[in-house]
């Protein structure tokens, strides 16, 4: 079973379209995991049932019980964060201000305040609508630890696929180089980096791979709107040269790409066009990119 992570340097480059489009071509011999959880947004093209969700808890708050606070005002001379209140000669959290470091709850002489485990978001399991499994999920509004839920939807991609002899995973990863990106390419075989040529497709692009070169992971890229800005996709390739970076394709700039995710379809189910010709094509690149890597080993 092999692990393809989908990122990018920036949002915008088309990379969730692109690894709809993978999960599209996989049919039911892939699982899906979609760890952009900050901006979920792949049920879109995929159209999942969400069979199954469970709240993700991460992280502690703040709660203080006021049939015990005897206002002795302790926690607010100590926190940093400026979260506690006397709102109605009531001390209350401000949640979105509360960092969960517990000071409060230490210094408190009644032990009126409790640190809680936080609810910050929903993971699911479903089937799309090509009937391949897909792990997802939605982090909450202002909700921290998008890492660890990262490698929860992971995790469980990878149980479903172990469990049902599944040969790949394909992951659509979050843009940038944060701690959710980290997350995603934990374990990965193969990392394919979406970009643009633009100048700052250009300049995130490099950030994003001297990333993946740190995980010491292959990589391959597709240059999306390659059409554009043709000189700057020239600096790309030879980049791609100096790197070793495999250059999977390049996409022409197509307004049936918008017209397709308008419709809620993947680009490859979305009529004859020649971006279907040329994702078919990268997908098989794809997989006979990772299946060349595993017999060098």
């Known amino acids: 079973m092999k692990e393809v992570v989908v990122i990018s340097g920036k949002g ?11 999960a599209y071509l996989g049919e039911k011999n892939i699982v899906v995991a979609d760890c952009d959880v900050d901006a979920a947004d792949m049920h879109l093209l995929l159209q999942p049932d969400f069979e199954k969700s469970e709240d993700f808890y991460s992280g502690v708050i703040a709660n203080i019980n006021q049939s015990v606070c005897e206002k002795h ?47 910050v978001g929903e993971w699911y399991i479903s089937k799309t609508k090509v009937g391949n499994s897909m792990v997802h999920a939605r982090l909450g509004i202002a909700a921290e630890n998008s890492g660890k839920l990262v490698a929860k ?10 469990d049902t002899n599944k040969d790949f995973i394909v992951v659509d990863g979050s843009p940038g180089i944060g701690c959710p990106v980290v997350s995603s390419l934990s374990g990965a075989n193969f990392v394919v980096l979406v970009t ?25 890229c597709i240059i999306n709107k390659s059409d554009l800005n043709p000189q700057l996709s020239e600096e790309i390739e030879e980049f791609l040269k100096k790197e070793n970076i495999v250059h999977i394709s390049s996409l022409p700039y197509d307004e ?4 397709a995710m308008t419709n809620g379809q993947t680009i490859v189910e979305y009529d004859e066009n020649k971006l279907r010709v ?20």
């Open 73 to 119: 005002g302790n926690c607010i001379d100590v926190c940093r964060f400026n979260a506690i209140q006397i709102k109605d000669d009531q001390y209350e959290i401000e949640p979105l201000d509360c960092e969960g470091c517990g000071y409060c709850s230490r210094v408190c002489p009644t032990e009126a305040i409790i640190m809680e485990e936080q609810n």
């Open 278 to 297: 040329i994702l078919t094509e990268s997908w098989n690149k794809v997989k006979q990119i990772t299946k060349t890597e595993e017999n060098k080993k």
């Open 256 to 259: 049936t790409f918008t017209e």
């Open 196 to 220: 643009e040529p633009s100048v700052s497709g250009l300049h995130d692009f490099k950030r994003v791979y001297q990333l993946v070169n740190k995980f010491n992971i292959k990589a391959g």
């Open 153 to 162: 939807v992971k995790n469980e991609a990878k149980r479903i696929a172990e």
């Open 12 to 22: 915008g480059t088309g990379k969730t379209s692109i690894t709809a489009s993978f």
